[in-house]
C-alpha cells in the first residue's frame, strides 16, 4: 500500500510538470519584447501592434511611459513569439483612448460640457489646415499642449468620465461651436494667445477661435 501511494505521488507530480512545460509555450505566444525605436510613444506602439495603452503599462509596470528610451525593450502582447506585422489605420477606440487622455490631463475637474469641449478643440484642429490632419498629429505637435510637453498626458489615468467625454465628442458635439484654442485665464499664458476671439467660456478655460 506504501509502495502504491509513492508510485500515484511520483505521477502526480510528473503530470504537473507535464502541464507546466505545455503551458510554457502558450505564455510565451502571448506577448514579445518590442524594441524602442526614435520617435516611439506607447501610443504609437499600442496603435502598430493592435493593443492599447492600458494594456502596454499593464505588462510594463516600471516603465516611464513618456521618457522612453530608443534601445529600450518593453512587452507587447501578440500572437506569435515575435512582435508582430504593423496594424494599418487608426481604430475609433485607439482614437477614444488618446482623446481622453487630452481631456484627463488638460480638463480633469472640469464640468463635463468644459471635457468634451477640450476634446472637440482637438478635433477641429484636425480639420483647419493650420494643424495636422490626425488627432495623433494634433497631440504631439510640438508645444501645442502642456500636459504632452510635461509629460502628464501618460501620467494620470483617464476617468470613466473622460472617456465618454472623449466619445461624445466624437459622435459630433462641440460645446465650443468650433474653438480651435483653449486656455485657463487666471494662468501665465503667452500674449498672443489674447489675439484670438473668444467664443464661449466653460468651467475655468475659454474657448477661441
Not at 47 to 73: F, H, I, K, M
Not at 103 to 131: C, D, I, K, W
Request: charged share 15%.
Amino acid at each position: 500500500m506504501r509502495f502504491r501511494r509513492i508510485r500515484l505521488l511520483v505521477l502526480a507530480v510528473a503530470m504537473a510538470s507535464a502541464l507546466s512545460v505545455s503551458a510554457l509555450p502558450e505564455l510565451a505566444r502571448s506577448q514579445a519584447a518590442y524594441t524602442v525605436q526614435p520617435g516611439d510613444t506607447l501610443w504609437h506602439i499600442a496603435r502598430r501592434y493592435g493593443t492599447t495603452v492600458a494594456r502596454l503599462e499593464q505588462l510594463n509596470p516600471g516603465v516611464d511611459p513618456y521618457r522612453l528610451r530608443v534601445g529600450q525593450r518593453i512587452l507587447v502582447p501578440t500572437a506569435g513569439g515575435q512582435a508582430g506585422s504593423p496594424v494599418q489605420g487608426v481604430t475609433r477606440a485607439e482614437e477614444v483612448e488618446l482623446l481622453a487622455r487630452v481631456v484627463a490631463a488638460e480638463a480633469q475637474g472640469e464640468p463635463y460640457a468644459g471635457q468634451v469641449a477640450v476634446a472637440a478643440v482637438v478635433l477641429n484642429r484636425t480639420r483647419s489646415p493650420q494643424f495636422p490632419n490626425s488627432i495623433s498629429g494634433v497631440i504631439y505637435q510640438p508645444h501645442a499642449f502642456e500636459s504632452v510637453s510635461n509629460g502628464l498626458i501618460w501620467r494620470r489615468r483617464p476617468s470613466q468620465q473622460a472617456y465618454r467625454a472623449a466619445q461624445d465628442a466624437l459622435n459630433g458635439w462641440d460645446p465650443t461651436y468650433g474653438s480651435l484654442f483653449f486656455w485657463n485665464p487666471s494662468k501665465p499664458v503667452s500674449p498672443w494667445i489674447w489675439s484670438r476671439s473668444i467664443v464661449v467660456r466653460i468651467g475655468n478655460h475659454v474657448f477661441a477661435r
